[in-house]
């Protein structure tokens, strides 16, 4: 007597069903395999979001330098101008320049202190019409990325 077709394909499909099972490992052996693999995506995706916070830690501090060391020098630039000229212009232009690494000045300090006002902290730069306006000193990266140094490291004396 002949099979009927879908008896012969109910057949296959129960064999192929068999030798998949010896190849996919039941129960304790599964997970003896897999968890050392979910352990390391685990750590990889922790190390991943460590080093972007990192490196834009970094980026906002080497950002916020740049906007110190140019309002500084354009500060001391009119400075000099309203020493020569005695233009109250100038002096205006000082005041305002001056007014981004002093905003800076005391939002670091005030971040280095045991218990910091965050919002104190992250004021920033005053801007010309006495607002505040967005600094690199504002973002939480840095205010982590500078938190910790020791207070008798070397580096101090070479920030702003």
Do not use: F, N
Request: proline share 8%; net charge positive; aromatic share 4%.
């Amino acid at each position: 007597m002949r099979r009927s077709r879908p008896a012969v394909a109910d057949e296959k499909r129960a064999l192929l069903i068999q030798r998949l099972s010896r190849l996919i490992p039941s129960g304790s052996r599964l997970l003896r395999i897999v968890w050392p693999l979910l352990a390391v995506v685990a750590l990889l995706a922790l190390l991943g979001t460590t080093s972007i916070d990192i490196l834009s830690s970094v980026r906002a501090y080497v950002a916020g330098e740049g906007l110190w060391s140019k309002a500084q020098k354009e500060s001391v630039y009119h400075l000099y101008r309203y020493a020569e000229t005695r233009a109250e212009s100038d002096y205006r232009r000082y005041q305002e320049a001056i007014a981004v690494p002093l905003g800076d000045r005391r939002a670091r300090e005030e971040l280095e202190k045991p218990r910091p006002d965050k919002i104190e902290g992250s004021g920033g730069s005053q801007g010309p019409a006495g607002d505040l306006e967005p600094s690199p000193t504002s973002l939480p990266a840095p205010e982590r990325g500078g938190r910790g140094r020791h207070p008798g490291c070397r580096c101090r004396e070479d920030l702003p």
